[in-house]
């Protein structure tokens, strides 16, 4: 390829980087050849996505690494490396006078040395079970009374543990399931390097992985998956400069990028730059080239987005080149030990914690201390043993990071909580239930232990609400005339003359929004009573790929993208069968604006699934799809929706709706779906006696005010058709999405918002639409309490299933069991009961996926 023809791909790639959208393989392939402006260009857009991934978690400006101390168990490995200088042989080490691995002595004399300093980790590095290759290796293990180096790994890091109170991160190489079982209660974290997922660099002989079965990237990739089942918070990376092609270096990302998309285990992706070591066969071989390493950090970081850790290793670059890899997206400079060498890399020593303090100060960084867990699984129930639970509480602080000054004091290793539910599973060495281990994480308890704080005390405020005298007089006189107004007359604030009223009410807080929400509260109690619905449902995307361009969207891929797919008609059709067999009456079917799917593919869509499942209700296909389909078709709307009717159809979803005001959607969207045509749409469906539901997304770009015109238009369409079945709120999840990346949209609705929303959805609508649904989705359980205690009356589906969020970056899971939902209602002290999809009440099953469908 010619360079004109190079540069104008990176050009193009780069317009898409800088507007936050999917960037396929080639593009990123053609980003790795960036130099000069363009790795500028390319790396201010990757540092402004780590800067909000940053502030999502509230560490703007923070650069972390861990005090370690770094701890080669055995320098004995089974593979051949070519640029390894940290594996030796029997005999070196007999000259020198080591035994073949330390004593548990050793370990536990070097561990003490970084906690009379500070250090919080224990780094365990050594070679691929080296007593597979090694004889001495293997009498020593045995004649220490072990079976394999796992196992003598894991009584080390239980005498760290015991002796220190050090964390152990254990880097052994290739691990057996069972392997990484026994280990999980010893560490709260493990690593190994993918290093690449070439094939070539593997078979091909003179090349680095040559002769190293361990190296080996199926076997490789196959660990990673391992630790995601078994909820290990792992570190993997890719090593830049040993022979890979840049399309290779880019494969090797996305590999990772799968795993931690199925399993969520990746805590930090390291992007090691090779340096060539004298002694070595790759001695001859050039150091990783600066420009390419620094836009492999930030293609790392677009590829992997925001809420990912990206390391560096501080000691393997020179100061300045450290500084452009914290602006091309870097966070985290891995382990720094102020005891003991790097061991991999001897030669090169680590860089003072001082000078590098002060250099990232100049450049605007606060250099802060980690533990060697992340904090996100610090904080998330079920990531960490809970026979370690007392050795990380004792040095995290509030945050999840390294509390300071850091203090490890010997803890005893504790058996498990006899009442921890899953251990039984994790203990048996069975298989994680991926929906409640990795998924829905969280989810063992049905409170988070900071719900006071991010919800504030929400049971209490909702009961009291309203009642106390001094804070009713609080409350400005116009607020309580407007809350006076909603408590008598709650309909009359959809009235255009009471627009101030309504956009005021919208806007309170504090005593203003308590009492608003005990009104809404009340009303919802006298239209609906108190019993919290649900659907036990299947959410089927058969399509993610979708040429539409909206900027709000992460679901969206195009067909060369890594995440794309495409369901064929067997496959819609075995998930339709699965989720009836699991108790479900709905099908929810949605997908992309795929530029290759006739406008009939929609009915054959729907025919399948009544073809299988001939009494299941299908929710299926937006405004956005009914108008693409009958675009394609060449039909009116009117007619396509009679075809889709004939077909299967029962009821449309009212998503695209997101804020019926053209302004907005013209920056949500660029105008693909004007509000007067989704208007159009459902009107029409409503007129052919299909139902719908009603939407609104807010959070974005939109004001209080576009809240209160979407429901008062939401409203008066109710009035003239009567076909809305419920509205549904949808907070903005802005983790993954373009527009918030791209620093246009604000970071999702605040918690006061999500309240104030839901509760003035209750009384606008009052009259109109009784059924007020909250997204345990987007909003999580503790959220959906809180909007229950607010209007709202129910809590969607079970879902089974859920691609469009959990790719914009929620958190909240993919699927929710009858029981799940059930406990979110009795947080609230309500009673719940299963529904269909048009409000009648049905007898539950208390119905649960079976694993086999996960």
Known sequence: MSSAAVGRQITRALSRADRAVTLDASECTALLQARGSELTQLSRIAGRVR????????????????????????????????????????????????????????????AERGASTGCAEALFTLGDNPEDRWPQAKQWLAEAGYESTADYLRACAIAVLERTGLLPHLNPGVMTWEQLRRLRPVAPSMGMMLETSSRRLFETPGEVHHGSPDKDPDIRMRVLNDAGRLAVPFTSGVLVGIGETDRELVDSIAAIRR??????QIQEILVQNFRAKPGTAARSRPDAETDRYVASVAVTRLMMGPAMRVQVPPNLSDPETVLRLVEAGADDLGGISPVTIDHVNPERPWPHLDRLTDELAVAGWKLRPRLTVHPQYVQRPGWIDTRLHSHVNAL?????????????????WQEPDPGYEGFAAQASGGRIDLATEIDAVGRRSQHRSDIDTVYGDWKRVAAKAGRSSSARDSIPIDLRRALHLAATSPQALALPKNHEVAVALM????????????????LRKEVVGDTVTYVVNRNLNFTNVCYTGCRFCAFAQRETDDDAFTLSLVQVGDRVDEAVQAGATEICMQGGIHPDLPGTAYFDLAREVKRRQPDVHLHAFSPMEVVNGAAKSELSVHDWLVQAKESGVDSLPGTAAEILDDEVRWILTKGKLPASTWIEVVKTAHRLDIP????????????????VAHLRTLRQIQEDTGGFTEFVPLPFVHQQSPIYLAGVARPGPTVRENRVVHAMARLMLSGAIDQIQCSWVKLGPEGCAA?????ANDL????????????????????????DLRAIAKLVDRPASQRDTNYGLLTSSLSVLPQDVL
């Not at 795993?259 to 969520?264: A, F, K, L, T, V």
């Not at 719908?692 to 576009?706: A, F, I, K, L």
């Open 259 to 264: 795993s931690h998309r199925d399993y969520g």
């Open 787 to 791: 909007m229950l205690m607010a209007g």
């Open 692 to 707: 719908t539901s009603s939407t609104m997304m807010y959070g974005h770009v939109d004001r209080p005010d576009h809240w």
């Open 796 to 819: 969607g589906g079970t879902l089974m299933e859920e691609t469009i969020s959990r790719m914009a970056g929620s958190g909240h899971g993919s699927q929710m069991s009858e029981s």
């Open 396 to 412: 995290a602080d509030s945050r999840g990071l390294l509390a300071q000054p850091a203090h490890p004091k010997p803890l005893p």
């Open 507 to 522: 806007e309170s807080d504090g005593a203003a929004l308590d009492e608003l929400c005990a009104i809404s509260d009340q």
């Open 51 to 110: 800067d909000a991934g940053l502030d999502e978690v509230g560490q703007a400006g923070v650069i972390t690494y861990s005090p370690k101390v770094f701890i080669p168990l055995t320098k004995l490995c089974r593979d051949r490396c070519h640029y390894c200088t940290f594996a030796t042989d029997p005999a070196s080490l007999r000259r020198d006078g080591q035994a073949p691995y330390l004593s548990v002595d050793e370990v536990v004399r070097i």
